[in-house]
């Protein structure tokens, strides 16, 4: 497990937050962190419609990742990839392969408001986690 302190150099016009981590665990400390958020491509979702779903996404599944996990994700730079998949089987077979692996997931269902029914599934939010766990689920699927 890694500990973070936050410090900020007061000496700077506009201080910039730093993070220092104090190792317990250094595998734990040492793995890249990133996020996942897949598309439903077969929607044909307009630019702006995908861009609030993938941030719903991106959110409720950071807000269900450990705390400690979750603090180093953000120090070092919230890293994210958004990739697509034509069905949603495709989407339920990756949220199950998500949840097998200890993953925190968010499956994101739209409100139907504008432009799908309600409660329709449009994204699947999966991490932040060790990017080499989460590159072995995700790996082979295209970018959005």
């Given amino acids: 497990m890694c500990e973070l302190a936050e410090i900020s150099d007061s000496s700077m016009k506009m201080p910039i937050p730093m993070a220092i981590f104090i190792i317990t665990d250094e595998n734990e400390c040492l793995m890249e962190l ?29 807000l269900r990742t450990k705390r400690d996990k979750l603090d180093r994700w953000r120090a070092a730079g919230m890293k994210k990839i958004v990739l697509k998949v034509e069905a949603l089987s495709e989407l339920m077979k990756f949220l199950q392969l ?24 449009t994204c699947l939010g999966i991490g932040p986690d060790d990017e080499v766990k989460i590159d072995r689920l995700t790996g082979n699927l295209p970018m959005l």
């Fill in 34 to 62: 990133k996020q996942v958020i897949i598309v439903r491509n077969d929607l044909k979702l307009p630019k702006g419609k995908i861009a609030a779903q993938v941030a719903h996404a991106s959110l409720e599944s950071a």
């Fill in 98 to 121: 998500a949840k097998d692996a200890g993953f925190s997931t968010a499956l994101i269902t739209d409100a139907g408001h504008t432009v799908v029914e309600p409660g329709t599934v």
